[in-house]
């Protein structure tokens, strides 16, 4: 494929993975953005250690901040004030989180963005979230609202930002998704969703827990066969397609976004060979 819609391309780890990330650094091109999740099984302590590794490591550390996670508007401030002073706030990402009621006062990442807070601590671009396939518990109407909105919001807030979408395994909605998102007059960056190469019993059950797709129609997709639950799967077919259907004109500024469910060095070393054979 052509190498540009791979340019700049960025990647996603859990706040557990600073030993993956040690390990994995020599084959990720320096200031690589990478996306660091906000699950609630980590602290804020590695969550703040996560992100010193990634700066330390020559990286662009990205930040998620999970609104319904969010215990009080002190647990954001305590968050906010740790990456300022780490030099790593810059760049965040805000999402609404998984616990089906928030945890603190904060309902939806356009909450988060609307406090002020995020700017006041040195952070100057957010990322927020797009689902092309749509989410299993929220409604076509209400995500397009809210994308608009938290847009909006970003322009309010001086922020600058970008979408990174929900990973999926069928090109044709997510780029009928982006035209609809510029036919709406959002014109920021979109970085596509995609998981790294993974063993395909891991891809289908984190599909499954995230409501994307079922495993016969990722196995479609994909090419693979169920029955060999054992094998690995990459995202070539998607990749290649998704370079196939690209039109700037039409489509905007479009990147890629790795999930790396493999691991950080797997994936890293998946796009560096992908790149090379073209
Ligand atoms: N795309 C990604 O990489 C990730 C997506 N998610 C999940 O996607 C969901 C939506 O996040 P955002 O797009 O940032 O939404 P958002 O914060 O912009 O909220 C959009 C609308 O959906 C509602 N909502 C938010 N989270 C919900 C939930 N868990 N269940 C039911 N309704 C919810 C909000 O009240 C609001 O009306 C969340 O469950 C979030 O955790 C989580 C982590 C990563
Ligand atoms: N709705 C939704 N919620 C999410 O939390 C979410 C998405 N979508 N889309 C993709 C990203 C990527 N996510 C994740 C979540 C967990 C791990 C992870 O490694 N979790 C375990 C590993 C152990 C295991 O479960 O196998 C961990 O260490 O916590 C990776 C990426 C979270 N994300």
């Given at each position: 494929m052509g190498t540009s819609l791979l340019d700049d391309f960025s990647l996603e780890m859990t706040a557990k993975d600073i030993a993956g990330l040690e390990e994995a650094h020599p084959t990720i091109p320096p200031g690589t953005r990478i996306n660091i999740t906000f699950l609630g099984n980590e602290d804020l302590p590695m969550r703040l250690a996560a992100a010193r590794a990634v700066k330390r490591l020559g990286f662009v550390p990205v930040p998620h901040i999970s609104a319904r996670r969010l215990k009080s508007r002190g647990e954001l401030e305590q968050f906010l004030a740790g990456l300022k002073a780490d030099g790593t706030a810059e760049n965040v990402f805000v999402v609404g989180g998984d616990?089906?009621?928030?945890?603190?006062?904060?309902?939806?990442a356009l909450a988060v963005i609307r406090t002020g807070l995020l700017r006041h601590h040195g952070v100057r671009h957010a990322g927020i979230s797009g689902y092309p396939e749509g989410h299993p518990a929220i409604t076509g109407p209400v995500l397009w609202s809210a994308l608009t909105d938290k847009h909006a919001a970003l322009g309010k807030e001086l922020l600058a930002g970008d979408v990174i979408t929900q990973f999926g395994f069928d090109v044709d909605p997510v780029l009928a998704w982006v035209e609809e998102t510029r036919a709406r007059g959002m014109d920021l960056p979109i970085r596509i969703g995609v998981p790294g190469p993974a063993g395909v019993r891991r891809l289908t059950t984190y599909a499954a827990r995230f409501g994307v797709g079922t495993s016969a129609a990722i196995a479609r997709k994909y090419g693979f066969?169920?029955?060999?639950?054992?094998g690995t799967a990459g995202p070539d077919r998607f990749l290649r397609a998704l370079a196939d259907g690209y039109d700037a004109g039409r489509h905007g500024v479009v990147k890629v976004h790795f999930y790396t469910f493999g691991g950080l060095g797997a994936t890293s070393e998946w796009i560096a060979r992908f790149r090379q054979e073209g």
């Open positions: 616990p089906a009621r928030a945890e603190g006062p904060y309902e939806d066969s169920l029955t060999n639950l054992m």
